[in-house]
């Protein structure tokens, strides 16, 4: 009986340094330095999102969270880095809405976007915003509906380009709508911006990150919102579907990855510290004066918002033959 204490003592001598090991991880993370890679270029509406909560979570966590851009190939040259990076939470990716629309449109990917990667939580929602010229006769979506239908293939809608969450946003719109309207694609959507307010084109979907201050201006005119519900930023603006469009909803959203196989406790250690962010004051006030909501989420619910989205873009790039190889 003593021999078999002495085997059993001895066994728990050495399995519990492995268990301390085990806890490590998770308990003093991070260590170092984290990388957060952005897909898109510095200055755009996840760039800005994603260094927002780059120096809140270094400030709460203590350890410096540093974005880099890796842009090309519309955010897939960055997803595919990430994908193939070491899962231990020190390289992190931030996703927008077009993360899934990306495999929606291109044939070939080096990664997968659902098996690839373990989500961290969905963090902010906002709707887009249809713009349109202030010279264009029309003071609502109606009216623009009335002049689509009365006019086919007159009104030019400029986007940030094929496959992007402006671009796509107005494909659906043409599908929803049933109406003939031209699509003109340009390389961003500064350029799109630029473009709608000298009148180039008649129309586009913006964020209102980067399209709220031309609103306000009077150098646009907002005529809807693309979600479900109005916005509580711009509540005077009715939302596209009940404006003559059934069915029509989609948001531009933010929200954080990490590589498939990192431990469940490290996820869920940013998670937390990424929904304590999230009901500080002053990124609600950052937040809210561009239309972005604060959401958080479970990295369950994240991960089936990523899945909704694929399936309802791919529907949606089917219908529109919008396809790049």
């Not at 964020?207 to 519900?229: E, I, W």
């Not at 899945?307 to 219908?319: H, L, M, P, S, Y």
Request: charged fraction near 15%.
């Amino acid at each position: 009986m003593k021999t078999y204490r002495r085997a059993v003592a001895g066994m728990i001598a050495l399995l519990a340094p492995c268990a301390v090991c085990a806890q490590r991880p998770a308990d003093s993370y991070p260590a170092r330095p984290v990388r957060i890679v952005v897909g898109l270029a510095p200055g755009g509406a996840t760039d800005i999102q994603a260094r927002l909560f780059a120096q809140k979570l270094s400030e709460n966590i203590g350890r410096s969270f540093v974005v880099e851009n890796r842009t090309g190939a519309g955010g897939s040259i960055a997803y595919a880095q990430v994908a193939k990076s070491p899962p231990d939470g020190y390289t992190l990716l931030a996703v927008a809405s077009g993360f899934s629309i990306t495999p929606a449109i291109y044939s070939k990917l080096t990664y997968d976007p659902v098996r690839d990667f373990a989500p961290i939580s969905l963090v902010v929602q906002a709707p887009l915003l249809l713009l349109a010229h202030p010279s264009l006769p029309v003071k609502s979506v109606k009216e623009l509906l009335m002049m689509a239908k009365a006019r086919p293939g007159v009104l030019d809608f400029g986007s940030a380009g094929h496959g992007t969450s402006t671009g796509m946003a107005l494909e659906m719109f043409r599908a929803l709508a049933n109406v003939s309207v031209t699509h003109v694609p340009y390389k961003g959507t500064g350029q799109a911006l630029i473009e709608t307010i000298s009148g180039q084109v008649h129309a586009m979907f913006g964020n209102p990150l980067s399209s709220l201050q031309h609103v306000k201006t009077g150098r646009l005119r907002g005529l809807g919102v693309t979600a479900a519900g109005r916005s509580s930023i711009f509540p005077n603006l009715p939302t596209v579907a009940e404006s003559g469009v059934p069915g029509y909803e989609t948001s531009t959203w933010f929200g954080m990855l990490a590589p498939a196989g990192t431990p469940a406790a490290i996820i869920g250690k940013l998670n937390a510290e990424l929904l304590k962010t999230l009901k500080a004051p002053d990124v609600v006030e950052r937040l809210a004066p561009d239309g972005g909501e604060a959401v958080g989420s479970t990295p369950e619910q994240f991960a089936q918002h990523i899945a909704t989205e694929i399936a309802r873009w791919r529907k949606v790039a089917r219908a529109a033959g919008v396809r790049i190889q």
